[in-house]
């Protein structure tokens, strides 16, 4: 089952498409992936929220037409909105390339097309579909051991100082050393603070270990035990607790024959469904040509967001980034822009990784895959954005040089 199947199912059983009409059901894979996260569509987690009314978005709902495309929208009365934007805000969240496969079909992301078709109406078009890979992809969860963490305040003066006391006061204290040990200290603090909590930075460490003995009671007591006896101003954001399990995500490919499609019907009989006789693998897809460069002239630095959009997510422990320009113009100068290099410097975190970059002129879109960024997945995770969700927000409050002319047309 995958999210887009709620969407395929219905759509291939009420047109009567074959297993072999695979710009049909690619199609209805694109609408399946824009309502797969609900309120994702229609306004909810995006960039540009302060345009529509995103206090209580309505949910999307796709009008599915027997050639495979589709006009987004929602009921009338629901807050939120429909637009080119949070349609393709959806459409860029957790992909990577142009292929998008499932176990019905592949769907060419870079063939989409969007177009307003009335008020909180998108018509979803020209979606070219494949004959789906020869393996589907199946996810293995496995118990990775046990985690616990503490985060210490400190505030005021000297905080590089008394990060370091406590550090190593509490590497000192623990008698079994935890397989995995990660220190995080976060600047949130600053000077003359009119407020203790604007003083104040976060000292944040994570231990995992196969023994739940060890990063239990045994870690988080020695860090609380330091109270009375460490940095001055001593205080942490919650008491001591136990070590808590943690999975590890893996994804695995098997031979599309060896797992069984079944339809359960309503009166409960079920009935075995023959996978594709095609399939096709998932080559890379050519870079397309880049759009001609923006003339030159006087730039501003400013946040990149004055001009972009950004979502982002996670596939296990890789990190997808999808940013896309409003206007033409704005793309000319993002495609030649925003390059790996750039992400790289923009995003020092994700400088020692791969990163593949990945462009959809039909979207005025970039997308960027950034892999082992969130470490082994969600779950086991020590960053405190575990699935990546804030990467593209991040990404958009960077500093660019950007073309003054852009600025103008975005305040238009």
Same mark, same amino acid.
């Given at each position: 089952? @995958?999210?887009?199947?709620?969407?395929?199912? $219905?759509?291939?059983?009420?047109?009567?498409?074959?297993?072999?009409?695979?710009?049909?059901?690619?199609?209805?894979?694109?609408?399946?992936?824009?309502?797969?996260?609900?309120?994702?569509?229609?306004?909810?987690?995006?960039?540009?929220?302060?345009?529509?009314?995103? /206090?209580?978005?309505?949910? !999307?709902?796709?009008?599915?037409?027997?050639?495979?495309?589709?006009?987004? &929208?929602?009921?009338?009365?629901?807050?939120?909105?429909? &637009?080119?934007?949070?349609?393709?805000?959806?459409?860029?969240?957790?992909?990577?390339?142009?292929r998008?496969?499932?176990?019905?079909?592949?769907?060419?992301?870079? &063939?989409?097309?969007?177009?307003?078709?009335?008020?909180?109406?998108?018509?979803?078009?020209?979606?070219?579909?494949?004959?789906? %890979?020869?393996?589907?992809?199946?996810?293995?969860? *496995?118990?990775?051991?046990?985690?616990?963490?503490?985060?210490?305040? =400190?505030?005021?003066?000297?905080?590089?100082?008394?990060?370091?006391?406590?550090?190593?006061?509490?590497?000192?204290a623990? @008698? /079994?050393?935890?397989?995995?040990?990660? +220190?995080?200290?976060?600047?949130?603090?600053?000077?003359?603070?009119?407020?203790?909590?604007?003083?104040?930075?976060?000292? /944040?460490?994570?231990?995992?270990?196969?023994?739940?003995?060890?990063?239990?009671?045994?870690?988080?007591?020695?860090?609380?035990?330091?109270?009375?006896?460490?940095?001055?101003?001593?205080?942490?954001?919650?008491? %001591?607790?136990?070590?808590? !399990?943690?999975?590890?995500?893996? $994804?695995?490919?098997?031979?599309?024959?060896?797992?069984?499609?079944?339809?359960?019907?309503?009166?409960?009989t079920?009935?075995?469904?023959?996978?594709?006789?095609?399939?096709?693998?998932?080559?890379?897809?050519?870079? %397309? $040509?880049?759009? $001609?460069?923006? %003339?030159?002239?006087?730039?501003?630095?400013?946040?990149?967001?004055r001009?972009?959009?950004?979502?982002?997510?996670?596939?296990?422990?890789?990190? *997808?980034?999808g940013?896309?320009?409003?206007?033409d113009?704005?793309? +000319? +100068?993002?495609?030649?822009?925003?390059?790996?290099?750039?992400?790289?410097?923009?995003l020092?975190e994700?400088?020692?990784?791969?990163?593949?970059?990945? #462009?959809? !002129?039909? =979207?005025?879109?970039? *997308?960027? #895959?950034?892999?082992g960024?969130?470490?082994?997945?969600v779950?086991?995770? &020590?960053?405190?954005?575990?699935?990546?969700?804030?990467?593209?927000?991040?990404? /958009?409050?960077?500093?660019?040089?950007?073309?003054?002319?852009?600025?103008?047309?975005?305040?238009e």
């Amino acid at each position: 089952v @995958t999210d887009a199947s709620l969407v395929v199912g $219905p759509a291939a059983a009420h047109f009567g498409w074959k297993v072999d009409d695979w710009d049909r059901l690619a199609g209805a894979m694109v609408a399946g992936h824009v309502l797969e996260c609900g309120t994702q569509a229609t306004g909810g987690n995006f960039s540009f929220f302060t345009e529509l009314d995103a /206090r209580r978005p309505g949910f !999307p709902l796709a009008e599915l037409y027997e050639d495979g495309s589709s006009v987004i &929208t929602k009921h009338a009365g629901t807050g939120g909105a429909v &637009t080119v934007d949070t349609v393709l805000a959806q459409l860029v969240y957790e992909i990577t390339g142009a292929r998008y496969a499932g176990p019905d079909a592949t769907a060419r992301f870079d &063939t989409i097309s969007l177009a307003p078709h009335g008020k909180d109406r998108v018509r979803v078009s020209g979606v070219r579909g494949e004959p789906p %890979p020869p393996t589907v992809k199946v996810c293995l969860n *496995n118990l990775g051991g046990y985690r616990n963490e503490a985060t210490f305040i =400190l505030v005021g003066l000297d905080i590089e100082e008394k990060a370091r006391l406590a550090r190593e006061q509490l590497e000192a204290a623990l @008698t /079994r050393k935890p397989k995995e040990l990660q +220190w995080m200290l976060t600047r949130t603090d600053r000077e003359d603070a009119a407020t203790e909590e604007q003083a104040a930075a976060f000292l /944040r460490v994570v231990v995992k270990d196969a023994d739940a003995k060890v990063v239990g009671r045994a870690f988080s007591g020695a860090a609380v035990e330091l109270a009375l006896g460490s940095y001055p101003g001593f205080t942490m954001t919650a008491p %001591p607790s136990d070590g808590a !399990p943690y999975g590890v995500y893996t $994804p695995a490919y098997v031979e599309a024959g060896r797992v069984e499609h079944v339809a359960v019907l309503e009166d409960g009989t079920r009935t075995a469904i023959t996978p594709p006789g095609e399939t096709r693998s998932l080559e890379p897809v050519e870079p %397309p $040509p880049l759009p $001609p460069r923006v %003339p030159g002239g006087p730039t501003r630095r400013v946040p990149l967001g004055r001009i972009v959009a950004a979502r982002s997510g996670d596939k296990g422990g890789t990190a *997808n980034i999808g940013v896309w320009a409003r206007t033409d113009a704005a793309w +000319w +100068w993002l495609a030649h822009a925003l390059t790996e290099e750039k992400l790289r410097e923009l995003l020092p975190e994700a400088a020692p990784l791969r990163i593949e970059r990945h #462009v959809f !002129p039909n =979207l005025r879109g970039l *997308n960027f #895959v950034v892999e082992g960024l969130l470490g082994e997945g969600v779950s086991s995770s &020590t960053r405190f954005d575990p699935q990546g969700k804030a990467l593209g927000e991040w990404l /958009r409050s960077r500093h660019m040089d950007i073309p003054e002319a852009l600025l103008r047309e975005g305040q238009e």
